[in-house]
């Protein structure tokens, strides 16, 4: 258990190191920002559709299989995931958007680090549990969610500064609405002591699969221009082929 609490402590603080790096957006002129910004969305997109079908479904079928519990038990819980963020987007019209958001003002700033920090929550959960399960899964399950973290951090600074923060105010509340990372990893960690939390890494694929696919593939396939197009493939390619080859060296 001191081993899983160092582990989840790690990728928490690491996630929030991540937040502060994203300030670099600081330095950057607005067109240089929109010039990096999507095609690490698309990797991101990459990451995290490798992150659930080359690491959580599999690891969720072979322990439904060794619990002897049914076959589709996994997918269900695949589909509930999924389920439940389209209901989200459905019922609080918050779309995982990162360029849109930058036509609004303040109040949006505001929603958006409200969002950013309950989706940072759930990443916190998703992680822990993959450690639960596995400590190379949970390594593999935190380089996607990093992967999806830095694109939305640039895009989040950019809206927050087009929407009249301050670059020091910025930083520290998005600093701390990062946190919260943490904070679902531990509460996911002691409630494990009680519960059965094993539904949580084929939960977290639907959720991991419902952003990529759903959210972010739209916004790099909107455009006419091939050699946009191509960056664009490269980088989510390269996204999922990152997630392939973790898989690859850690179970050979």
Known sequence: ?????????????????????????????????????????????????????????????????????????????????????????????WHHCHRQATDERTPLGLLLLLGGGFHNFLGGVAVAGAFLFDTALGISIWFAAAAHEFPQQLGKYGVLLY???????????????????????LLTLAVSRELDVSFIVPFAAGNFIYIGASDLVPEVNKHHDLGTNLVHFASFAAGAGLLFTIQVLTHG
Do not use: C
């Open 163 to 185: 929407g009249g923060w301050t670059r020091r105010h910025a930083l520290l509340v998005n600093t701390l609405t990062s946190t919260s990372f943490l904070a679902g990893g």
């Open 1 to 93: 258990m001191t081993e899983l609490y160092g582990w989840i402590l790690l990728s928490g603080l690491s996630m929030t190191a991540i937040a502060v790096m994203g300030a670099v957006t600081f330095f950057l002129k607005e067109d240089t920002r929109e010039r990096l910004l999507l095609p690490l969305v698309a990797f991101s997109a990459g990451s995290l559709l490798g992150g659930a079908f080359f690491h959580m479904i599999p690891e969720s079928v072979a322990t439904a299989r060794l619990a002897a519990d049914a076959a589709t038990t996994p997918f269900v819980w695949v589909v509930a995931g999924f389920t439940s963020f389209l209901a989200l987007e459905q019922l609080l019209h």
